[in-house]
């Protein structure tokens, strides 16, 4: 069961894919936050990395339907997310594989000197493309990156996703890794 904490992250998270804000994801929300990316990295809709990302964003929302639509309408409410997410936190091996993904969307999407670690700059790069003001990525920035070197590394980013969805700590600095929620 999802504590009060655990929810308001999840209403962030889900905000930052309902662009429209009609209190439902669409295909076309994932399609546009890959678009987006493209715009900001300058590549091509025809460039191989954007069809790598487009058939990525695609699966993920073909597996997201699948396991979360209990309305079988191609959409998902905010009660469905949440009760997905119910789910996958209740399972480590959904949650590594969910976790997985997010990371590498990050680091393949955002390191962009594909240096292996993501800078304040690409932070916010990231929450610009997910309908998050970049304005909080240098307020966020330093208290997900543990060892003060101005990047976050794989560990980095792979403990903050963790905190913040299982982190009960309303002080938790991950809580906020994708802006005020």
């Given at each position: 069961m999802l504590t009060?904490?655990?929810?308001?992250?999840?209403?962030?998270?889900?905000?930052?894919?309902?662009?429209?804000?009609?209190?439902?994801?669409h295909r076309?929300?994932?399609?546009?936050?890959?678009?987006?990316?493209?715009?900001?990295?300058?590549?091509?809709?025809?460039?191989p990395r954007y069809v790598t990302l487009s058939n990525q964003?695609?699966?993920?929302?073909?597996?997201?339907?699948?396991?979360?639509?209990?309305?079988?309408?191609?959409?998902?409410?905010?009660?469905?997310w949440l009760s997905y997410y119910d789910q996958v936190l209740s399972n480590p091996d959904a949650y590594q594989k969910s976790a997985q993904q997010l990371m590498d969307l990050v680091f393949d999407a955002f390191d962009v000197d594909e240096d292996g670690k993501i800078c304040a700059?690409?932070?916010?790069?990231?929450?610009?493309?997910?309908?998050?003001c970049p304005v909080y990525a240098p307020r966020v920035f330093p208290g997900l990156d543990s060892d003060n070197n101005g990047f976050l590394c794989k560990e980095e980013v792979k403990a903050a996703f963790h905190d913040f969805?299982?982190?009960?700590?309303e002080n938790c600095p991950a809580n906020q890794m994708f802006g005020p929620f």
């Open positions: 009060e904490l655990q929810t308001r992250k999840l209403v962030k998270l889900f905000s930052m894919y309902d662009a429209d804000y009609k209190g439902h994801i076309d929300d994932f399609e546009n936050i890959a678009k987006k990316l493209a715009k900001r990295r300058n590549w091509s809709l025809r460039s964003f695609t699966y993920d929302w073909k597996c997201l339907v699948r396991d979360a639509d209990t309305g079988k309408n191609k959409q998902l409410s905010l009660e469905e700059d690409e932070w916010g790069d990231f929450l610009s493309v997910f309908n998050v969805f299982y982190s009960e700590d």
